[in-house]
């Protein structure tokens, strides 16, 4: 069982950046694929990013490519999430999500999941 904890969402215009990170519970987070998705108001949640157990594979959303970096912390259990020029298309609630074994961008494949924190960009 893992449980996650996403902080540092908040409001920042646009041109902005913040860090989100993901704090796991459980001894044996190293195992586990982490994935971070979003869902804006009135939409469906989409994945943004994703990071294999060693934090050697990444794959980035099109969107995103460029200006969101991934990167973890196996001996803090964190997963972190630098966003760069921020804008207000980017304005959603940002989830982590864990599953073990290689890390996709299916949302279904994911067992775990984080209560979410917003990321508001203003323009």
């Known amino acids: 069982q893992v449980q996650l904890v996403e902080s540092g969402g908040g409001l920042v215009q646009a041109g902005g950046s913040l860090r989100l990170s993901c704090v796991a519970s459980g001894r044996t987070f190293s195992r586990y694929g982490v994935g971070w998705f979003r869902q804006a108001p009135g939409k469906e949640r989409e994945f943004v990013v994703a990071?294999?157990?060693?934090?050697?594979?990444?794959g980035y959303t099109d969107s995103v490519k460029g200006r969101f970096a991934i990167s973890r912390d196996n001996a803090k259990n964190t997963v972190y999430l630098q966003m760069n020029s921020l804008n207000p298309e980017d304005t959603a609630v940002y989830y982590c999500?864990?599953?073990?074994?290689?890390?996709?961008?299916?949302?279904?494949?994911?067992?775990?999941w984080g209560q979410g924190t917003q990321v508001t960009v203003s323009s």
């Open positions: 990071i294999g157990w060693s934090g050697r594979t990444t």
């Open positions: 999500a864990a599953r073990v074994g290689f890390p996709d961008y299916r949302i279904e494949d994911y067992e775990y």
